[in-house]
């Protein structure tokens, strides 16, 4: 026979919360139940910000570069790719602000701030693997910044959570790519 299951019960202190949101209001989003290392986040976060920079870069010159018999359907991909790596470096100079951070757009380090490279390539097949690599460099290095997020702020893991899902997606559309343009003998 069964057990019954017992009810949790779920109880918060809404007097103790109130008084807490009245506390450091100049911190924003941050309250005292912020649980990660701000100063840590903030830098991860610029990270990534350089890393999209980086891969918006690399993918409008691989758009006005590319040429051949598939180049424009190839540069059209290159511009999408673009397009959606700037809104992720958007979302997250957001996300750094609503933490009281500043966005490190400086063009100075940008490439050392940055987890991947800026590979230009030569020929198609050449920039659409550099492109490939710079998404699996971001696959791997944002699925690590996800763990270390992990329950301590949730905000800022599922936006790295959804930037993750995309850059998955573009590695599969740089992998089709390369077997399309490489069927193609360019």
């Known amino acids: 026979m069964a057990k019954p299951q017992m009810e ?26 912020y649980k990660a290392d701000l100063k840590t986040v903030l830098r991860v976060l610029n990270e990534a910000l350089a890393t999209e920079i980086v891969c918006v870069l690399r993918y409008k010159r691989h758009q ?25 470096a958007d979302s997250i100079a957001f996300r750094i602000t609503e933490l009281g951070g500043e966005p490190n757009f400086s063009p100075e380090g940008l490439l050392t701030r940055s987890h991947s490279e800026y590979v230009e390539g030569h020929t198609l097949v050449e920039m659409i693997k550099e492109d490939l690599v710079a998404e699996r460099i971001a696959i791997e290095s944002y699925g690590e910044i996800i763990r270390y997020l992990g329950d301590n702020d949730p905000t800022s893991r ?11 997606e573009h590695a599969e559309d740089m992998r089709s790519l390369i077997e399309r343009v490489g069927k193609a003998g360019l």
Do not use: N
């Open 158 to 168: 599922r936006l790295m959570e959804e930037i993750l899902a995309k850059e998955e």
């Open 64 to 88: 006005f570069m590319a040429s051949g018999l598939s180049a424009q359907s190839v540069a059209d991909e290159f511009k999408e790719h673009a397009a959606e790596e700037q809104a992720h």
């Open 8 to 33: 949790k019960t779920f109880l918060m202190d809404i007097e103790a919360i109130r008084k807490r949101a009245r506390q450091h209001m100049e911190k924003g989003a941050v309250t005292d139940d």
